[in-house]
């Protein structure tokens, strides 16, 4: 049962009482009604609710109901974190396209015209900055009051923090670093670069995993969860910092794999159905719950997108959902890589292909490309019954993504693993989907670049995952409407960062913006 999602609501309520959102002022504290240190002294309890609030804004947008938001916009649901990760890692790259022609989400889709006004990239930075400072107000608030299980729960704010942080290294590659040192300063805070950031969060990440426990609650950070973060900051230390990490990347997945106790699940479809929170492969879950916490900006942004009555049946009965978008398609880039679609074995190929084209000649074009139908808001096992809002589960980590990471980091050359096993773990991914096995001579960086966008794609990592091949920008590598073209264009170099919001360099002057914007 998701019962740590239940405490959504308190935590909503219990920080509207405390705290505003301090987003279009970094530098100044967040309004008081009722401190912190008040509340906690009243009801130590209240904390779980507070942290639950902190994990819940990575997949809803506010604390009222889907129509409400922690941060500025006209349509909240379009505000959570969730969704503008898939905005941004997945609709930007090869594999996902959408066909809404909405200001903002057009030029994401197309790779073209990017700039500082485009408001999906002020969604997410808002964001980062809505949990960085609101964590660390937490945290600041536990050095005066007793709470039980003090050390782990600020443990766990801090990985949230970090966590924020990483996706603005990611995405932006600089910022200005919030910590209990600088917290409420009324002076415009410095510009960190990319990689100060780096080595703050990875800082912040090799000190929580001493206070997080092996196992915790679901949805709640452990080790592992830590670990796979610090992985993935690793994973990309080239890219942000200009020095590889793959031996440290290695260490930590090693230490995920072998000490996490996560399994693959039996099928495939486990970890994208209903009841997901039963597969033992997920590491890290944002939670959904169609009742409890709705959102148009978790997994219900998946599957009412991916589907509609212009050309699928029976919706509700195979995927859940009584709201249909008609939105997302894949394009060839995705499902072309399954070989022919008429007769693949891989269940992993999940498509929706009947009414629609295999060319996508036209991205506005509801039947040019196929739906994904990975992610569903049926059970996998038993009945369910089908809601507007989805209860599907995201998987942020999981361990298919380890086995991957552990392969790369071996062809990159990394101590402390082996081809041998590489070749196990990809293998046993691949069985799992009834692909055939491949040979030690197939097993290539090239090819694991192939294997993570059949296994991971529509799961927030695509775009990293290019820019560190070196093919999302120039012209190495094109695909369906890339730079706007139908066949695709080179873009350029300076397109590996988004710009910095044009509301955030109006905020703090000591903010400069990223290259060729």
């Not at 608030?141 to 949230?160: G, W």
């Not at 670093?177 to 415009?188: F, H, K, L, R």
């Not at 009841?275 to 890290?284: A, L, Q, V």
Request: charged letters at 20%; glycine letters at 8%.
């Amino acid at each position: 049962m998701k019962n740590f999602n239940k405490k959504l609501i308190v935590g909503f309520a219990a920080l509207a009482l405390c705290i505003s959102s301090c987003t279009e002022d970094l530098n100044t504290e967040p309004k008081v009604e009722l401190s912190l240190e008040n509340l906690l002294a009243r009801d130590p309890q209240a904390i779980e609710g507070l942290l639950s609030k902190m994990y819940g804004t990575f997949a809803l947008s506010g604390p009222n109901g889907p129509g409400s938001s922690d941060i500025t916009g006209p349509d909240p649901g379009e505000t959570a974190f969730l969704r503008n990760i898939l905005n941004l890692q997945d609709f930007t790259a090869d594999g996902m396209k959408n066909r809404w022609g909405d200001d903002g989400l057009d030029q994401l889709t197309t790779t073209s015209n990017w700039d500082e006004n485009n408001k999906f990239f002020r969604y997410l930075y808002d964001r980062a900055y809505y949990v960085i400072p609101q964590t660390t107000n937490i945290i600041l608030a536990l050095r005066n009051v007793d709470v039980s299980n003090e050390a782990q729960i600020t443990s766990e704010l801090r990985f949230i923090r970090a966590l924020a942080y990483y996706y603005l290294i990611d995405c932006f590659g600089k910022g200005v670093i919030v910590n209990e040192n600088n917290y409420g300063s009324t002076d415009p805070l410095p510009e960190a670069t990319r990689t100060q950031l780096f080595n703050y969060v990875e800082s912040e990440l090799l000190a929580v995993i001493q206070g997080l426990p092996q196992t915790n609650g679901y949805g709640r950070a452990n080790k592992s969860v830590a670990r796979m973060l610090l992985a993935k900051l690793y994973m990309n230390a080239g890219v942000y910092t200009g020095t590889q990490k793959y031996n440290e990347a290695l260490t930590n997945i090693n230490l995920v794999i072998n000490e996490g106790g996560y399994t693959l699940a039996s099928e495939f479809r486990m970890n994208f159905s209903g009841d997901n929170n039963t597969s033992p492969e997920i590491i890290f879950p944002l939670i959904a719950d169609p009742v409890v916490s709705q959102s148009f900006g978790n997994t219900t942004y998946i599957v009412n997108g991916s589907t509609s009555t212009e050309t699928m049946t029976n919706i509700p009965q195979n995927f859940g959902t009584t709201d249909s978008w008609t939105g997302h398609r894949a394009t060839k880039a995705w499902y072309g890589l399954y070989g022919d679609l008429n007769t693949t074995t891989d269940k992993r190929a999940l498509f929706w292909r009947t009414g629609h084209n295999y060319e996508m000649n036209d991205y506005k074009a509801w039947a040019d490309g196929y739906p994904s139908t990975k992610f569903r808001n049926t059970n996998f096992s038993g009945t369910s019954t089908a809601t507007s809002f989805s209860g599907t589960d995201f998987p942020l980590f999981r361990l298919a993504d380890a086995y991957l990471m552990y392969a790369e980091c071996v062809l990159r050359g990394a101590t402390g693993g082996s081809q041998g096993q590489a070749l196990t773990y990809v293998n046993q991914i691949r069985t799992r989907a009834n692909a055939s096995t491949i040979a030690a001579s197939e097993l290539t960086l090239d090819f694991i670049l192939d294997e993570r966008a059949r296994e991971l794609n529509l799961e927030g990592h695509r775009r990293t995952d290019l820019i560190r091949f070196g093919k999302f920008t120039g012209s190495s590598y094109l695909w369906p409407w890339k730079g706007g073209a139908q066949n695709g264009v080179s873009i350029p170099s300076t397109y590996n960062l988004f710009p910095v919001p044009q509301s955030a360099l109006q905020a703090n002057p000591n903010l400069t913006q990223n290259p060729g914007f």
